[in-house]
Protein backbone atom coordinates (compact mmCIF):
# COMPACT_ATOMS: atom_id res chain seq x y z
CA UNK A 1 0.00 0.00 0.00
CA UNK A 2 0.67 3.63 -0.38
CA UNK A 3 3.33 5.27 2.23
CA UNK A 4 3.80 8.25 3.52
CA UNK A 5 6.77 9.23 5.50
CA UNK A 6 7.41 12.17 8.24
CA UNK A 7 10.54 12.97 9.67
CA UNK A 8 11.53 13.43 12.77
CA UNK A 9 9.22 11.36 14.39
CA UNK A 10 10.49 13.85 17.46
CA UNK A 11 11.85 17.23 18.06
CA UNK A 12 13.31 19.07 20.92
CA UNK A 13 13.78 22.87 20.52
CA UNK A 14 14.36 25.72 22.22
CA UNK A 15 11.80 28.29 22.29
CA UNK A 16 12.55 31.15 19.45
CA UNK A 17 14.37 28.40 17.53
CA UNK A 18 12.65 27.31 13.89
CA UNK A 19 11.41 23.74 13.24
CA UNK A 20 11.42 21.79 9.60
CA UNK A 21 9.12 19.01 9.41
CA UNK A 22 8.96 16.80 6.32
CA UNK A 23 6.09 14.73 4.54
CA UNK A 24 7.03 12.73 1.95
CA UNK A 25 4.92 10.13 -0.28
CA UNK A 26 7.21 7.55 -1.00
CA UNK A 27 5.39 5.60 -3.82
CA UNK A 28 2.48 8.15 -5.46
CA UNK A 29 2.47 11.24 -6.26
CA UNK A 30 0.25 13.59 -3.86
CA UNK A 31 -1.79 16.17 -5.52
CA UNK A 32 -2.64 17.48 -2.32
CA UNK A 33 -1.39 17.53 1.10
CA UNK A 34 -3.04 17.96 4.44
CA UNK A 35 -1.29 19.02 7.85
CA UNK A 36 -2.82 18.39 11.35
CA UNK A 37 -2.05 19.33 14.74
CA UNK A 38 -3.34 17.20 17.73
CA UNK A 39 -3.07 18.31 21.37
CA UNK A 40 -3.28 15.41 23.78
CA UNK A 41 -6.72 13.66 24.32
CA UNK A 42 -7.78 15.88 21.81
CA UNK A 43 -9.08 15.28 18.09
CA UNK A 44 -6.87 16.30 15.07
CA UNK A 45 -7.50 19.65 14.22
CA UNK A 46 -6.93 20.57 10.61
CA UNK A 47 -4.66 23.31 10.18
CA UNK A 48 -4.06 23.92 6.30
CA UNK A 49 -3.95 22.25 2.81
CA UNK A 50 -1.24 22.46 0.28
CA UNK A 51 -1.36 21.84 -3.48
CA UNK A 52 1.90 21.26 -5.15
CA UNK A 53 3.22 24.51 -6.76
CA UNK A 54 0.74 26.59 -5.25
CA UNK A 55 0.33 28.51 -1.81
CA UNK A 56 -1.27 26.74 0.81
CA UNK A 57 -5.08 27.26 1.93
CA UNK A 58 -5.21 27.62 5.79
CA UNK A 59 -7.96 27.25 8.26
CA UNK A 60 -9.23 29.71 9.95
CA UNK A 61 -7.34 30.81 12.65
CA UNK A 62 -4.12 29.12 11.99
CA UNK A 63 -1.29 32.01 11.16
CA UNK A 64 0.31 31.34 7.94
CA UNK A 65 3.49 33.33 9.03
CA UNK A 66 4.07 30.93 11.91
CA UNK A 67 3.40 27.73 10.15
CA UNK A 68 5.05 27.96 6.82
CA UNK A 69 4.19 25.41 4.41
CA UNK A 70 5.87 24.20 0.95
CA UNK A 71 5.00 21.74 -1.40
CA UNK A 72 7.45 22.09 -3.93
CA UNK A 73 6.93 18.71 -5.49
CA UNK A 74 4.46 16.09 -5.54
CA UNK A 75 6.05 14.09 -3.03
CA UNK A 76 7.33 16.60 -0.10
CA UNK A 77 5.27 19.00 1.37
CA UNK A 78 7.16 20.94 4.61
CA UNK A 79 5.79 22.28 7.41
CA UNK A 80 8.02 24.84 9.34
CA UNK A 81 7.05 26.15 12.69
CA UNK A 82 8.72 29.66 13.00
CA UNK A 83 10.08 31.22 16.30
CA UNK A 84 8.86 28.35 18.16
CA UNK A 85 7.03 28.51 21.64
CA UNK A 86 5.96 26.07 24.20
CA UNK A 87 2.49 26.75 23.37
CA UNK A 88 3.22 25.19 20.08
CA UNK A 89 4.02 21.97 21.17
CA UNK A 90 1.75 19.37 19.89
CA UNK A 91 1.70 16.64 17.66
CA UNK A 92 1.92 17.20 13.70
CA UNK A 93 0.75 15.03 10.90
CA UNK A 94 0.52 15.21 7.04
CA UNK A 95 -1.63 13.06 5.30
CA UNK A 96 -1.30 12.65 1.30
CA UNK A 97 -3.81 12.26 -1.26
CA UNK A 98 -3.88 10.60 -4.97
CA UNK A 99 -6.97 13.04 -5.82
CA UNK A 100 -10.57 11.50 -5.57
CA UNK A 101 -12.48 10.25 -3.35
CA UNK A 102 -10.36 7.86 -2.22
CA UNK A 103 -8.64 7.78 0.57
CA UNK A 104 -6.07 9.39 2.45
CA UNK A 105 -2.40 8.17 3.75
CA UNK A 106 -1.10 9.59 6.76
CA UNK A 107 2.30 10.14 8.23
CA UNK A 108 3.38 8.43 11.49
CA UNK A 109 3.33 12.02 13.16
CA UNK A 110 6.28 14.22 14.73
CA UNK A 111 5.76 15.04 18.14
CA UNK A 112 7.26 18.47 18.91
CA UNK A 113 8.05 19.63 22.57
CA UNK A 114 9.27 22.89 22.85
CA UNK A 115 11.28 24.51 25.78
CA UNK B 1 -18.32 20.41 6.87
CA UNK B 2 -20.98 18.41 7.38
CA UNK B 3 -20.82 16.66 10.80
CA UNK B 4 -20.86 13.16 12.32
CA UNK B 5 -22.01 12.39 15.99
CA UNK B 6 -20.34 9.35 17.38
CA UNK B 7 -20.45 8.05 20.86
CA UNK B 8 -17.50 9.45 23.28
CA UNK B 9 -16.50 5.74 24.34
CA UNK B 10 -17.66 1.99 23.60
CA UNK B 11 -16.40 -1.33 25.11
CA UNK B 12 -15.36 -5.10 23.76
CA UNK B 13 -14.24 -7.96 24.24
CA UNK B 14 -12.26 -9.66 22.45
CA UNK B 15 -13.15 -12.00 19.87
CA UNK B 16 -16.84 -10.38 19.94
CA UNK B 17 -18.20 -8.32 16.90
CA UNK B 18 -18.11 -4.49 17.39
CA UNK B 19 -20.82 -2.03 15.78
CA UNK B 20 -19.44 1.81 15.81
CA UNK B 21 -22.38 3.60 15.38
CA UNK B 22 -22.48 7.17 13.55
CA UNK B 23 -25.06 9.72 12.37
CA UNK B 24 -24.85 12.26 9.67
CA UNK B 25 -27.86 13.52 9.01
CA UNK B 26 -26.55 16.60 6.95
CA UNK B 27 -24.87 14.63 4.55
CA UNK B 28 -25.23 15.79 0.74
CA UNK B 29 -25.01 13.91 -2.50
CA UNK B 30 -21.30 14.82 -2.79
CA UNK B 31 -20.35 13.22 0.65
CA UNK B 32 -18.59 10.17 1.19
CA UNK B 33 -18.48 8.71 4.69
CA UNK B 34 -14.71 7.51 5.65
CA UNK B 35 -13.40 5.82 8.60
CA UNK B 36 -10.13 5.92 10.17
CA UNK B 37 -7.97 5.04 13.55
CA UNK B 38 -5.80 6.09 15.40
CA UNK B 39 -3.58 3.88 17.86
CA UNK B 40 -1.78 5.55 20.13
CA UNK B 41 1.14 8.24 19.08
CA UNK B 42 0.44 7.42 15.88
CA UNK B 43 -0.93 8.80 12.63
CA UNK B 44 -4.55 7.44 11.52
CA UNK B 45 -4.98 4.52 9.53
CA UNK B 46 -7.65 4.31 6.97
CA UNK B 47 -10.13 1.41 7.53
CA UNK B 48 -13.33 1.64 4.68
CA UNK B 49 -15.28 4.52 3.13
CA UNK B 50 -18.28 4.24 1.19
CA UNK B 51 -20.97 6.12 -0.64
CA UNK B 52 -24.19 4.78 -1.21
CA UNK B 53 -23.55 0.84 -0.91
CA UNK B 54 -22.45 -1.67 1.88
CA UNK B 55 -18.60 -2.05 1.78
CA UNK B 56 -16.71 -4.71 2.69
CA UNK B 57 -12.66 -5.29 2.89
CA UNK B 58 -10.30 -7.40 4.95
CA UNK B 59 -10.52 -5.06 7.95
CA UNK B 60 -13.65 -3.85 8.44
CA UNK B 61 -17.68 -3.70 6.83
CA UNK B 62 -19.28 -0.39 6.32
CA UNK B 63 -23.30 -0.43 6.83
CA UNK B 64 -25.04 2.79 5.21
CA UNK B 65 -28.65 3.48 5.83
CA UNK B 66 -31.03 3.67 3.28
CA UNK B 67 -31.19 7.38 3.41
CA UNK B 68 -27.46 7.77 4.33
CA UNK B 69 -28.02 9.85 7.16
CA UNK B 70 -26.40 7.34 9.49
CA UNK B 71 -23.59 4.25 9.23
CA UNK B 72 -21.98 1.26 11.23
CA UNK B 73 -18.60 0.48 10.77
CA UNK B 74 -18.35 -3.31 11.74
CA UNK B 75 -15.11 -5.02 13.09
CA UNK B 76 -16.26 -8.72 12.97
CA UNK B 77 -14.11 -10.13 15.41
CA UNK B 78 -12.01 -7.49 17.92
CA UNK B 79 -8.85 -7.92 19.00
CA UNK B 80 -6.55 -6.03 21.29
CA UNK B 81 -5.01 -4.52 18.65
CA UNK B 82 -8.66 -2.99 17.59
CA UNK B 83 -8.40 -0.56 20.78
CA UNK B 84 -8.01 2.76 19.30
CA UNK B 85 -10.38 5.95 18.19
CA UNK B 86 -12.51 5.39 15.63
CA UNK B 87 -13.31 8.78 13.34
CA UNK B 88 -16.39 8.79 11.00
CA UNK B 89 -15.61 11.43 8.83
CA UNK B 90 -17.56 12.99 5.50
CA UNK B 91 -15.48 13.68 2.93
CA UNK B 92 -17.08 16.07 0.27
CA UNK B 93 -15.46 15.67 -3.34
CA UNK B 94 -17.75 17.79 -4.44
CA UNK B 95 -14.70 20.71 -2.91
CA UNK B 96 -11.99 21.66 -4.89
CA UNK B 97 -9.53 20.46 -1.69
CA UNK B 98 -11.55 17.42 -0.25
CA UNK B 99 -10.11 17.23 2.97
CA UNK B 100 -11.13 15.50 5.98
CA UNK B 101 -12.33 17.36 8.96
CA UNK B 102 -11.97 14.82 12.05
CA UNK B 103 -14.46 14.88 14.71
CA UNK B 104 -14.25 13.88 18.51
CA UNK B 105 -14.27 9.67 17.18
CA UNK B 106 -15.44 6.87 19.73
CA UNK B 107 -12.62 5.46 21.76
CA UNK B 108 -12.57 1.73 21.51
CA UNK B 109 -12.04 -0.26 24.23
CA UNK B 110 -11.16 -3.99 23.72
CA UNK B 111 -10.91 -6.81 27.24
CA UNK B 112 -8.66 -9.95 26.87
Known amino acids: GAVVSQHPSRVICKSGTSVKIECRSLDFQATTMFWYRQFPKQSLMLMATSNEGSKATYEQGVEKDKFLINHASLTLSTLTVTSAHPEDSSFYIC???????????FGSGTQLSVL | DAKTTQPNSMESNEEEPVHLPCNHSTISGTDYIHWYRQLPSQGPEYVIH???SNVNNRMASLAIAEDRKSSTLILHRATLRDAAVYYC?????????????FGTGTRLLVSP
Open chain 2, 50 to 52: GLT
Open chain 1, 95 to 105: SASKGGPEKLF
Open chain 2, 89 to 101: ILRDVGTGFQKLV
